[in-house]
Nanobody
Framework: QVQLVESGGGLVQAGGSLRLSCTAS????????MAWFRRVPGKEREFVAT????????HYADSVKGRFTISRDNAKNTVYLQMNSLKPEDTAVYYC????????????WGQGTQVTISS
């Protein structure tokens, strides 16, 4: 089992920045990649960014490309999401997730952290 705990959410004005953290514990040696998703009430969950655990390869949703940066600290089993130039439409609950293999599903999820951007 793997446990994921997010932190760093909050309320900021448009144009501001936040950094989210997600720390993994448990069977983290089985990790292939971690990702951030977000969900707005009444809408589908949206992919934000992903990073592979070993090579650090990253991929971003078009809506956040150039504004958000995903990174990892393997020694701390932690993944970060640096969010800059925030917009009101970035308001959502942000979740981190982990998958164990390249073709697998994200099977472990954190509890989510609220990000609210005021205009």
């Amino acid at each position: 089992q793997v446990q994921l705990v997010e932190s760093g959410g909050g309320l900021v004005q448009a144009g501001g920045s936040l950094r989210l953290s997600c720390t993994a514990s448990g069977r983290t040696f089985s990790s292939y990649a971690m990702a951030w998703f977000r969900r707005v009430p009444g809408k589908e969950r949206e992919f934000v960014a992903t990073i592979t655990w070993s090579g650090g390869n990253t991929h971003y949703a078009d809506s956040v490309k150039g504004r958000f940066t995903i990174s990892r600290d393997n020694a701390k089993n932690t993944v970060y999401l640096q969010m800059n130039s925030l917009k009101p439409e970035d308001t959502a609950v942000y979740y981190c997730a982990l998958k164990a293999s390249p073709g697998g599903l994200y099977t472990y999820w954190g509890q989510g952290t609220q990000v609210t951007i005021s205009s």
